[in-house]
């Protein structure tokens, strides 16, 4: 950690807001939110500027619908769910997947979505169905999974799909109206993918700063620093604060898989409705991977527990200590929102790092 090129960047920052009056920066990425309190660069922010934490947690955002179908597809005894760790114990209206598993229901934690097609090839036996949500970054592997189980004629393997698109729900934020955000801090991972320049619709549709950071301290410290400059100076553009990963243009060949297996649509963000283009639908080459109408799934409405405001916590329109439920009724322990389940989940982050 190159200590004196911290200290001289927060120096910067401080001298910086000292001009300004209150400012608010959101991080899109799940993984900048517990970077910024693990490093301790949270801690090293001016009284006047405060970060906030918005809609970059694959599980948060994932939708109480899709949940709850999950959940029904678990309790058929011809079907095996495949997934992420961190879906397991998102609550669903009636239980986790979780609580399935312990009643039986056969639900398998897997790496990756050639991990879930792996189990389906070894299985025959039964529909093996992936749980595939994320964004950008997970979807490309998705994409090629699919493309080798159409190739292998693989006939018990399909996907629930809730892959989501980072830039349109930030558009969708900053259409609301009701979000004074200053400026973006925009996702690394994500960023590798898409490239920097996906984000210049948001700089000219609503001239807010976008930079693009790593998740060292020190590469978060200057994405905040050029944000705060730009603001210093009327200014909005996108800058790219972690070039040695991320290229203007992003990485073609994962776009072109992502390109050949979906294809934009809506999607329901859990608690803000639903976003056009927000999501990644599969392309009609591969609808019969698609578990909901393959195994007549029923998607049902967005739904949020009484007292959660998980809702919001994802948008950046409250802390999560602001929540009645957070530390009380709502633990690591014993969650009630998906904010308080995923290792990326913004209330996870501050009962572990911010209390």
């Known amino acids: 950690m190159d200590r004196q090129a ?78 992420y760790g961190d879906m397991v114990r998102v609550p669903g209206r009636h239980g986790s997947l979780e609580h399935r598993r312990g009643r039986g229901a056969r639900v398998v934690v897997v790496y990756s979505a050639r991990d879930a097609l792996q189990y389906a090839k070894a299985h025959p036996q039964t529909n093996v169905v992936f749980l595939a949500v994320g964004f950008e970054t997970t979807t490309p592997p998705t994409a090629a999974t699919l493309i080798e189980a159409r190739r292998e004629e693989v006939g018990n393997f399909y996907v629930l799909a809730a892959h989501k698109r980072v830039v349109p729900a930030i558009m969708a934020l900053l259409a609301g109206g009701d979000m004074p955000i200053d400026g973006f801090l925009c996702p690394g991972h994500v960023s590798v993918i898409i490239g920097a320049a996906a984000y210049e619709p948001i700089v000219a549709a609503y001239r807010k700063p976008c930079v693009v950071a790593g998740f060292e301290p020190l590469s978060m410290l200057q994405g905040i620093a050029a944000i705060v400059e730009q603001a210093a100076a009327g200014e909005a553009r996108v800058d790219n604060a972690y070039s040695a990963v991320v290229t ?13 297996v979906f294809q934009p649509g809506p999607a329901v963000w859990r608690a803000i409705g639903t976003i056009d283009d927000s999501g990644l639908v599969l392309r009609d080459a591969y609808a019969r991977f ?6 007549d799934v029923a998607l049902g409405a967005d739904y949020e527990p009484p007292g959660c405001r ?7 329109k409250v802390l999560p200590t602001e929540c009645p439920l957070f530390g009380k009724a709502c ?12 290792s990326e989940g913004v209330c996870a982050a501050w009962y572990k790092y911010g209390r």
């Open 6 to 83: 911290i200290d001289r960047t927060v120096g910067r920052l401080s001298d910086l807001c000292a001009g300004l009056g209150p400012l608010q920066i959101m991080e899109i990425c799940g993984t900048h939110t517990v970077s910024l309190f693990r490093s301790g660069v949270k801690s090293l922010m001016p009284r006047s500027l405060r970060l906030v934490s918005g809609p970059g947690c694959p599980v948060c955002v994932t939708s109480q619908g899709y949940i709850d179908a999950a959940c029904d597809l678990a309790d058929r005894d011809d079907v095996t769910i495949c997934t």
């Open 248 to 260: 203007g243009e992003g990485n073609a060949r994962a776009r072109a898989l992502i390109d050949e």
């Open 290 to 295: 698609d578990a909901v109408t393959a195994l």
């Open 310 to 316: 998980c809702g919001q916590v994802i948008q950046g």
């Open 331 to 342: 633990t690591p322990a014993a969650p009630i929102g998906p904010c308080m389940v995923s």
